[in-house]
């Protein structure tokens, strides 16, 4: 399977713990951008990252949230002490290149993330 | 503040009718349009754009209709057909002046009845 790979699907943390969210990109791609779906909400950009470099993090919150996508390895979307409000699905995309119009972002299945 | 804003949650279609899906925006700098379809236990594939400087694009059974003046989109699925039964979402992007990140509708369901 060549598409961007999220893992794990589901993650279940209590309140304070921390989660830790990986995304593979797909092939070849080197922009990876997170995003957050709530409950009947639409996706909210979180972040956009290239190898080793965060490029646009104006959706991120200021605290608990950080990224990486170092220059091995996945892409990965970290929440410290981690609230009943962080429950959401996380979407990570990759995309070719930083040029939108020919290409669009390719997503992957998600990381459904519960806290208790 | 909701930026792209899809006003139906839902829609239902008999199958073999057309299926219009509806968007607004709100940002004048918007000038790329997607329309993206989510299965569930899914992430959102890509379907098709389009781009400012065109009013209409099409792509087998879809065609993106864009209305600069009145800030609206929409997408045309005909003939409608059992899987197209999903959540589809459209999204925007400032390309040419920032190419900033895509800022997705809430979603619109649709469901396509045999």
């Known amino acids: 399977n060549a598409g961007v790979m999220q893992n794990p699907r589901h993650l279940v943390r209590r309140r304070g713990q921390e989660a830790r969210l990986r995304c593979s990109p797909m092939?070849?791609?080197?922009?990876v951008y997170w995003y957050r779906q709530l409950p009947e909400e639409g996706l909210k950009f979180m972040v956009y990252?290239?190898?080793?470099?965060?490029?646009?993090e104006s959706g991120m919150p200021k605290e608990r949230f950080s990224a990486e996508f170092p220059k091995e390895g996945p892409s990965i979307l970290r929440i410290q002490q981690v609230v009943r409000g962080d429950s959401a699905a996380y979407f990570c995309?990759?995309?070719?290149?930083?040029?939108?119009?020919?290409?669009?972002?390719?997503f992957g299945n998600g990381t459904r993330l519960t806290v208790t | 503040d909701q930026q792209v804003k899809q006003n139906s949650p839902s829609l239902s279609v008999q199958e073999g009718r057309i299926s219009i899906l509806n968007c607004d925006y709100t940002?004048?700098?918007?000038?790329?349009f997607l329309w993206y379809k989510k299965y569930p236990a899914e992430g959102p594939t890509f379907l098709i754009s389009?781009?400012?400087?065109?009013d209409k694009n099409e792509d087998g059974r879809f065609t993106v209709f864009l209305n600069k003046s009145a800030k609206h989109l929409s997408l045309h699925i005909v003939p409608s057909q059992p899987g197209d039964s999903a959540v589809y979402f459209c999204?925007?992007?400032?390309?040419?002046?920032?190419?900033?990140?895509?800022?997705f509708g809430k979603g619109t369901r649709l469901s396509v009845i045999a």
């Open positions: 995309a990759s995309s070719l290149t930083s040029d939108r119009g020919n290409s669009p972002l390719h």
């Open positions: 389009i781009s400012s400087i065109k």
């Open positions: 999204a925007a992007s400032d390309f040419i002046s920032g190419n900033t990140p895509l800022v």
């Open positions: 092939k070849g791609h080197s922009h």
């Open positions: 990252l290239q190898k080793e470099n965060i490029i646009d």
């Open positions: 940002n004048s700098m918007f000038d790329y």
